[in-house]
């Protein structure tokens, strides 16, 4: 069985600066892996997924998460953050037997970026 | 239009009433999902349906049943709802032979609270 640990539940930013969201996963086969992001009221929408081929995946605003298969881990990272990336934040694995289908979520980091 | 709904969006309900929520889709996918969300938990599969004839329990199913009336329409009902069952749950579809990803589709979600 698969597991996700993110590892910040919430993360505080000031405007322009850099954030790092940690995420990392335990599984005995490979894996696909996923960032979702849930603003307030939303449901979740994909931010990005790493599934084969390079390790560094990029979001169209300005997210990137690198897969890192040694250390099981697929940080979300972004150089400056804007207060409209305020929102929760949710990493997911699909482990082996692809035909199941079925996501594992971390528990989620609540990202507040203040002015 | 959205394509995945969900009906009602929220929903007030005592213990030991019997409740559906309804999600409905339009994007053609065989796949189709319920889930839970917890403050702190991230998102738990309830149920998970790969087509018509073909449904599955997920991780915490007790207490819950689902119908798949079509392809495009897959129902959770509680059939005697309590307290601990208060949560944001959401509907998502997938179709990775179609689509060739493993992404989920969500919709918006139902806050439901049992009193």
């Known amino acids: ?115 | 239009d959205a394509d995945v709904t969900q009906t009602p969006r929220n929903r007030i309900t005592k213990t030991g009433k019997r409740i559906m929520l309804e999600c409905s889709q339009t994007k053609g996918h065989d796949r189709m999902y319920w889930y839970r969300q917890d403050p702190g938990l991230g998102l738990r599969l309830i149920y998970y349906s790969f087509d018509v004839k073909d449904i599955n329990k997920g991780e915490i199913s007790d207490g819950y049943s689902v119908s798949r009336q079509a392809q495009a329409k897959f129902s959770l009902s509680l059939e005697s709802a309590i307290p601990n069952q208060t949560a944001l749950y959401f509907c998502a579809t997938s179709d990775p032979a179609a689509s060739g990803s493993y992404e989920q589709y969500f919709g918006p979600g139902t806050r439901l609270t049992v009193t």
């Open chain 1, 1 to 115: 069985a698969q597991s996700v640990t993110q590892l910040d539940s919430q993360v505080p930013v000031f405007e322009e600066a850099p954030v790092e969201l940690r995420c990392n996963y335990s599984s005995s086969v490979s894996v696909y892996l996923f960032w979702y992001v849930q603003y307030p009221n939303q449901g979740l929408q994909l931010l990005l997924k790493y599934l084969s081929g390079s390790t560094l995946v990029e979001s169209i605003n300005g997210f990137e998460a690198e897969f890192n298969k040694s250390q099981t881990s697929f940080h979300l990272r972004k150089p400056s953050v804007h207060i409209s990336d305020t929102a929760e934040y949710f990493c997911a694995v699909l482990a082996g037997g692809t035909s199941y289908g079925k996501l594992t979520f971390g528990q989620g980091t609540i990202l507040t970026v203040h002015p």
